[in-house]
C-alpha cells in the first residue's frame, strides 16, 4: 500500500543550529502535504500545508521564518527548523494527500530533540 | 473555534473492554478516524467511519458515532497489554484535508 516515509525518524542537534525533516511519499504523487507537531503529552496540532510548486500556508501562531517548508516535487515535502533551541523539541509528523484518490497517508513522524 | 476532546487517561484489567470517548466540534466532517500511538513510535491507524454510519465493527475494534451529539466513541473488545498506546480521535474539516486531532487517551492495560 501507499507509504509515507520521515527522515529522520530521530535527530539531536545542537542549539542554533539547523535541522531538516524530510517528508516523502513513495509510491504516489502528492500535491498537498501537511506538517503537524506534537507537543509533549499533548495533540497533534496543524503547522502549515505544503504545496507542491508554491509558498505553504501556515496556520496562526506558526512561524514561516522559524519552520521553512519546502514542496519541490510531487513526492518531497522538507520542514527546516531555523535556528533551533530547546522549546522546539517536539515530534514532527506529515501526512500526503494522494493526487489521486484524495486519500491521506501519515508518516511515522520524526523526535526532534535540540540540546 | 475547532475543538476535538478526549478523556486523558484510561486504565483497564487485561481481558476487560476498553471505550474511548471522544467529541468533536465540525458538523460537517465526513470522516472521522482513530490513531493509535505507541511510546516513541508514530501514527498507526485504526480505524475509520463515514459520518453518515452509526457503527463499524472491524475484528476487535467498534466504533459508535453519535452524529446528533457529535460523539465517538472506540470499543476495543479483550484488550491486551500490547493495546496499551496513546489514542486519537480525529476529524477532517470539510473541504480541506487538515485534520483535527483530539487530546488523546493515554490507554494503559494492567496485566
Known amino acids: 500500500g501507499a507509504v509515507v516515509s520521515q527522515h529522520p525518524s530521530r535527530v539531536i542537534c545542537k542549539s542554533g543550529t539547523s535541522v531538516k525533516i524530510e517528508c516523502r511519499s513513495l509510491d504516489f504523487q502528492a500535491t498537498t502535504m501537511f506538517w503537524y507537531r506534537q507537543f509533549p503529552k499533548q495533540s497533534l496540532m496543524l503547522m502549515a500545508t505544503?504545496?507542491?510548486?508554491?509558498?505553504?500556508?501556515?496556520e496562526q501562531g506558526v512561524e514561516k521564518d522559524k519552520f521553512l517548508i519546502n514542496h519541490a516535487s510531487l513526492t518531497l515535502s522538507t520542514l527546516t527548523v531555523t535556528s533551533a533551541h530547546p522549546e522546539d523539541s517536539s515530534f514532527y509528523i506529515c501526512s500526503a494527500r494522494a493526487d489521486r484518490g484524495n486519500t491521506i497517508y501519515f508518516g511515522e513522524g520524526s523526535w526532534l530533540t535540540v540540546v | 473555534g475547532e475543538d476535538v476532546e478526549q478523556s486523558l487517561f484510561l486504565s483497564v484489567r487485561e481481558g476487560d473492554s476498553s471505550v474511548i470517548n471522544c467529541t468533536y466540534t465540525d458538523s460537517s466532517s465526513t470522516y472521522l478516524y482513530w490513531y493509535k500511538q505507541e511510546p516513541g513510535a508514530g501514527l498507526q491507524l485504526l480505524t475509520y467511519i463515514f459520518s453518515n454510519m452509526d457503527m463499524k465493527q472491524d475484528q476487535r475494534l467498534t466504533v459508535l458515532l453519535n452524529k446528533k451529539d457529535k460523539h465517538l466513541s472506540l470499543r476495543i473488545a479483550d484488550t491486551q497489554t500490547g493495546d496499551s498506546a496513546i489514542y486519537f480521535c480525529?476529524?477532517?474539516?470539510?473541504?480541506?484535508?487538515?485534520?483535527?486531532f483530539g487530546t488523546g487517551t493515554r490507554l494503559k492495560v494492567l496485566a
Open positions: 480525529a476529524e477532517s474539516i470539510a473541504g480541506t484535508y487538515k485534520y483535527i
Open positions: 505544503s504545496n507542491e510548486g508554491s509558498k505553504a500556508t501556515y
